[in-house]
T-cell receptor, first 118, second 113 residues
Framework: AQTVTQSQPEMSVQEAETVTLSCTYD???????LFWYKQPPSRQMILVIR??????QNATENRFSVNFQKAAKSFSLKISDSQLGDAAMYFC???????????????FGKGTHLIIQP | DTGVSQNPRHKITKRGQNVTFRCDPI?????LYWYRQTLGQGPEFLTY????????KSRLLSDRFSAERPKGSFSTLEIQRTEQGDSAMYLC???????????FGPGTRLTVL
């Protein structure tokens, strides 16, 4: 079983600036996956970035990067050069395989509402 | 569009009625997941299928909830004797077995009056 905590209900950042969203998790699994999903208003969830727990190197996807601290069970998301289109709810999630590889039933945090100030 | 689709997008029902939602996953995806998302919360995992086999159903919220994926393609989620507390967004996601990314559909918003 996993738990995911996002302690920032809302964050605001100026366009073109950098913002970091926090996430802590707990899991009894030794092999698990961590994700950040984005949910724009009235639109579907989109994967932003993912990290396999066995990999020490932090994942990066263009302007998005993570700071994965396994011992501290921390998985923060950094968004560089924030753009208006980044405005959304951001959910941190943790999952482990229930059968044969990959992440199955994901456990999500409550989300962080990111506001981009023009 | 070859993404995950869900129907209907909105459903309004009266307490005590039964409702059924449909999810069509991405065609080559053998794993399909159902989640529930209430206002101000992240999605909550309910159940999942690998092909037609339902491999986890202990997370279904009560025995009023059931899901099927009869031919390993589309899936249905049924809620019997709906209650006002069932009002939520019901999300479907799918993934291909060799990857870990789940692709989400737009959801079905259920309102129980």
């Amino acid at each position: 079983a996993q738990t995911v905590t996002q302690s920032q209900p809302e964050m605001s950042v100026q366009e073109a600036e950098t913002v970091t969203l926090s996430c802590t998790y707990d899991t009894s699994e030794s092999d698990y996956y961590l994700f950040w999903y984005k949910q724009p208003p009235s639109r579907q969830m989109i994967l932003v970035i993912r990290q396999e727990a066995y990999k020490q190197q932090n994942a990066t996807e263009n302007r998005f990067s993570v700071n994965f601290q396994k011992a501290a069970k921390s998985f923060s998301l950094k968004i560089s050069d924030s753009q208006l289109g980044d405005a959304a709810m951001y959910f941190c999630a943790c999952g482990a395989s229930l059968s044969g590889g990959g992440a199955d039933g994901l456990t999500f945090g409550k989300g962080t509402h990111l506001i981009i100030q023009p | 569009d070859t993404g995950v689709s869900q129907n209907p997008r909105h459903k309004i029902t009266k307490r005590g009625q039964n409702v059924t939602f449909r999810c069509d996953p991405i065609s080559e995806h053998n794993r399909l997941y159902w989640y529930r998302q209430t206002l101000g919360q992240g999605p909550e995992f309910l159940t999942y299928f690998q092909n037609e086999a339902q491999l986890e159903k202990s997370r279904l919220l009560s025995d009023r909830f059931s899901a099927e994926r009869p031919k390993g393609s589309f899936s249905t989620l049924e809620i019997q004797r709906t209650e006002q507390g069932d009002s939520a967004m019901y999300l479907c996601a799918s993934r291909e077995g060799l990857t870990d990314e789940q692709f989400f559909g737009p959801g079905t918003r259920l309102t129980v009056l």
